[in-house]
């Protein structure tokens, strides 16, 4: 089975994604900055399966099968592009939202290309960028006794890569995967991460997207 990447995965978002990637048999490298704090992350990570977890720097991070990018939105680009060559004909899953909080609300940025993903797809122009895990509250992801039932939304211009991620997605604990489409999808997918974060700190709840119609 392929090795996934996460870099900036030392955050609670990555955390949680990293833990589930762990629980369906992947083996992840939670990436940092930081090798030390990395390390003692992963460590306090326990995954329910075959899947091992172990943290690293985000250079060593970068030399997995599949990469998925968890930084904060405004030093994604930057990470990204320091190991470009790493990334180069590899799938990167991009789970970036540019937002800043105003009062008790998020609110969603507009980067120059329209999103996060097509900046670093734009960065990574020998690299195929996904888009995915943009709605999900890291306090449930990291948690397995959660209970988490959600739909996580795909998007990207290459259908195999959208593909492969759906079926990662799939096997995670919790998840089900559904392809959007395109990356012309990419602003309105992340801009609603706003709704969704907005919502919670309101009503003090880790609630998620579940789309109602579809077959899984």
């Excluded at 992350?41 to 985000?58: F, S």
């Excluded at 990291?142 to 890569?161: H, K, P, T």
């Amino acid at each position: 089975m392929s090795t996934i990447g996460i870099l900036g995965g030392t955050g609670p978002a990555g955390q949680g994604v990293g833990l589930r990637l762990a629980s369906a048999g992947y083996d992840v490298v939670l990436g940092s900055r930081d090798a030390e704090r990395a390390a003692s992350v992963a460590a306090e990570l326990v995954p329910r399966g075959t899947g091992m977890l172990t943290g690293a720097t985000n250079e060593l991070a970068a030399g997995s099968d599949l990469i998925v990018v968890a930084t904060p939105w405004d030093s994604a680009v930057a990470t990204v592009s320091a190991v470009r060559e790493q990334l180069e004909d590899k799938v990167v899953v991009s789970m970036v939202n540019a937002l800043v909080r105003e009062g008790r609300e998020l609110i969603p940025m507009y980067p120059p290309r329209g999103s996060m993903a097509a900046q670093i797809a734009h960065a990574l122009a020998k690299s195929t960028v996904v888009g995915a895990f943009h709605h999900l509250p890291a306090s449930e992801m990291v948690n397995l006794d959660s209970g988490i039932d959600a739909d996580v939304v795909i998007f990207g211009d290459d259908a195999g890569a959208r593909e492969s991620v759906a079926a990662m997605v799939e096997a995670m604990p919790g998840l089900h995967a559904v392809v959007a489409g395109t990356m012309s999808l990419a602003s309105a997918v992340e801009a609603f991460t706003a709704v969704c974060i907005s919502i919670n700190i309101r009503h003090k709840a880790h609630s998620y997207v579940k789309l109602a119609g579809l077959a899984h």
